[in-house]
């Protein structure tokens, strides 16, 4: 376990996954990460690649032979190598070997960098073609949990996501893990929208057309709360574990298939085309108060 600190965060990350595990402001000693309660979901914050979401039956082709990989890639159960630490940053790379060319036949660097910025920890990906010849085919998403409620004052409905630059939302619904063509209008509230349990009962929430690079959770009852900003995702998924005492929110370069897909990877909704050598990098930042 890697632990970074400074003057008001806290902050614990597993090399396993290279997980985010604990989100502490210090001078309050609230977690704002969910605590990963196994009844529920034993996760905290994976990492997900080298796809988002589930394939269809698990399986993929590329260049006619066949794949099998499982819903949300294999990154989240690797152990990440530690390149750099200090007390207030750590860099961890996953790389592929034998193992992961059996159901990933390509050669790529994973670089995974959190960083404390006084009451914020910023994460940073950084994925890279080594191949001198190939192109190499991914997606990928952060998927961090926050306690909700916070510091376990109130309860679940007296708390909202505050979104930046959209008024209503369109989400795109999940059939058997896969998305399917139909579609649910969300209408806020002045931006608000109010979690309640029911949100998540037919799975996450899946934004392709989000306006907002910024989201607030925030609640009616105190001052507590987060602001959450991404960039380099163009999706955007909201989901909790039904009945669970948190929120994710989850930028993604990618979202699952859908339900007529060819399975082909290279036709696949989402998928990032790396040429030889070339580099992709996106980032996610939260805020605590």
């Known amino acids: 376990m890697i632990n970074l600190q400074n003057d008001e965060l806290s902050v614990k990350i597993a090399a396993l996954g290279a997980e985010l595990q604990q989100l502490q402001l210090r001078h309050t000693l609230t977690n704002y990460l969910?605590?990963?309660?196994?009844?529920?979901?034993?996760?905290?914050?994976?990492?997900?690649?080298?796809?988002?979401?589930?394939?269809?039956?698990?399986?993929?082709?590329?260049?006619?032979?066949?794949?099998?990989?499982?819903?949300?890639?294999?990154?989240?159960?690797r152990v990440f190598d530690v390149l750099e630490t200090s007390p207030q940053q750590v860099v961890f790379q996953l790389k592929d070997d034998e193992q992961s060319r059996l159901c990933y036949p390509f050669a790529f660097e994973l670089k995974v960098k959190y960083e404390l910025l006084g009451p914020s920890l910023k994460c940073t990906y950084e994925v890279n073609?080594?191949?001198?010849?190939?192109?190499?085919?991914?997606?990928?998403?952060?998927?961090?949990?926050?306690?909700?409620?916070?510091?376990?004052q109130g309860q679940y409905q007296d708390y909202y996501l505050q979104f930046e630059n959209d008024t209503n939302l369109q989400t795109r619904l999940i059939q058997d893990n896969l998305l399917s063509k139909n579609t649910r209008a969300i209408v806020l509230d002045q931006g608000k929208l109010r979690l309640n349990h029911a949100l998540f009962y037919q799975d996450a929430l899946v934004f392709d057309k989000l306006?907002?690079?910024?989201?607030?959770?925030?609640?009616?009852?105190?001052?507590?709360?987060?602001?959450?900003?991404?960039?380099?995702?163009?999706?955007?998924?909201?989901?909790?574990?039904?009945?669970?005492?948190?929120?994710?929110?989850?930028?993604?370069s990618g979202v699952a298939d859908d339900l007529q897909h060819n399975q082909q990877l290279e036709e696949k909704e989402g998928m990032v085309q790396l040429l030889p050598g070339a580099s992709y990098l996106a980032k996610w930042k939260v805020t605590c108060y």
């Open 34 to 77: 969910w605590s990963g309660n196994p009844q529920f979901w034993g996760k905290f914050s994976p990492i997900l690649f080298p796809i988002v979401g589930a394939l269809k039956q698990n399986t993929y082709y590329y260049r006619n032979k066949v794949y099998q990989l499982s819903r949300h890639g294999f990154a989240r159960d």
């Open 129 to 152: 073609n080594p191949s001198a010849t190939d192109v190499l085919w991914f997606s990928l998403g952060a998927h961090p949990a926050f306690a909700v409620p916070l510091a376990e």
């Open 211 to 252: 306006n907002s690079k910024k989201i607030q959770l925030k609640n009616s009852l105190n001052n507590k709360g987060l602001d959450f900003e991404f960039a380099g995702f163009p999706y955007f998924g909201i989901w909790a574990a039904i009945d669970a005492n948190f929120v994710c929110l989850e930028p993604w």
